[in-house]
């Protein structure tokens, strides 16, 4: 059973409130779940790097998570041009390869995900990407993992036809507002947003919806340019 205040930061970090999930972690709370919590705040608000890459730095490194947080900590160095390092890539594809071969059917999933973002964003290379999308959403579906289906949907969506396209984007867009996750439901929007005509009058209440959501959790790569 879950302690109150696991369950509280937990319930606090699907709303985006970041800060306020490690806040309520006490001394002796699971390392990986504060390093998990601090990881996605780093991602979504680009900002906290230090943070996060302290409370990775505190795991046991041969474990299958700290692997899966190094390399998204790497990855995301990439994604967002934030200080990246000479080895970032050589890091990232290493620590998906070591969580998914150490880790349970979970992290195999997620990190067969995210090796495939990896592929998708970093390398372009679609051909690579694809089979590990398809591997991570066969393990997403039979363990209906709804949460995780809507991440690996969300990124085969570009590589499809447009109405099959809008129909995942959609898809993502409500399993991740179903399951309360507020920062990953502000993305939804925005991503399905940009995929409709610019005449469609649900892209501009998507706009409108996602906008004040975005600022308010500072989701950084949602915001405007300074």
Same mark, same amino acid.
């Given at each position: 059973m879950?302690?109150?205040?696991?369950?509280?930061?937990?319930?606090?970090h699907? &709303?985006?409130?970041?800060? %306020? %999930? +490690?806040?309520?972690?006490?001394p002796?709370?699971?390392?990986?779940l504060?390093?998990?919590?601090a990881?996605?705040?780093w991602?979504?608000?680009i900002?906290g790097?230090?943070?996060?890459?302290?409370?990775?730095? %505190?795991?046991? *490194? /041969?474990?299958?998570?700290?692997? &899966?947080?190094?390399?998204?900590? !790497?990855?995301?160095?990439?994604?967002?041009r934030?200080?990246?390092?000479a080895?970032?890539?050589?890091?990232?594809? !290493?620590?998906?390869?070591?969580?998914?071969?150490?880790?349970?059917?979970?992290?195999?999933?997620w /990190?067969e @995900?995210h090796?495939a973002?990896? +592929?998708?964003?970093?390398? =372009?290379?679609a051909?690579?990407? &694809?089979?590990? @999308?398809?591997?991570?959403?066969?393990?997403a579906?039979?363990?209906?993992?709804? @949460?995780? =289906?809507s991440?690996?949907?969300?990124h085969?969506? *570009?590589?499809? =036809?447009p109405?099959?396209?809008?129909?995942?984007?959609?898809?993502?867009?409500? &399993?991740?507002? !179903?399951?309360?996750?507020? *920062?990953?439901?502000?993305?939804?929007?925005?991503?399905?947003?940009?995929n409709?005509?610019?005449?469609?009058?649900?892209?501009?209440e998507?706009?409108?919806?996602?906008?004040?959501?975005?600022?308010?959790?500072?989701?950084?790569w949602?915001l *405007?340019?300074?």
């Amino acid at each position: 059973m879950l302690s109150d205040d696991t369950y509280v930061a937990r319930r606090l970090h699907m &709303l985006g409130e970041w800060d %306020a %999930a +490690l806040a309520t972690l006490g001394p002796d709370a699971e390392p990986e779940l504060r390093a998990e919590i601090a990881v996605d705040g780093w991602f979504f608000r680009i900002e906290g790097h230090d943070e996060a890459e302290k409370a990775v730095a %505190a795991l046991d *490194p /041969a474990s299958p998570t700290a692997h &899966l947080l190094t390399a998204r900590l !790497a990855y995301s160095r990439l994604l967002f041009r934030r200080d990246p390092r000479a080895d970032d890539r050589a890091v990232a594809e !290493a620590g998906y390869r070591a969580a998914a071969e150490g880790g349970d059917e979970k992290t195999r999933g997620w /990190a067969e @995900y995210h090796w495939a973002v990896l +592929l998708d964003n970093i390398d =372009e290379d679609a051909a690579g990407a &694809l089979p590990r @999308y398809e591997t991570a959403l066969e393990i997403a579906t039979k363990s209906d993992d709804g @949460y995780f =289906e809507s991440y690996i949907i969300r990124h085969l969506a *570009p590589h499809k =036809e447009p109405a099959e396209r809008i129909a995942m984007l959609r898809r993502s867009l409500h &399993l991740r507002a !179903a399951l309360g996750a507020r *920062p990953q439901t502000v993305a939804a929007q925005a991503i399905l947003a940009d995929n409709l005509p610019e005449d469609d009058p649900e892209r501009a209440e998507l706009i409108r919806t996602f906008r004040p959501g975005a600022e308010e959790l500072r989701i950084g790569w949602l915001l *405007p340019a300074n």
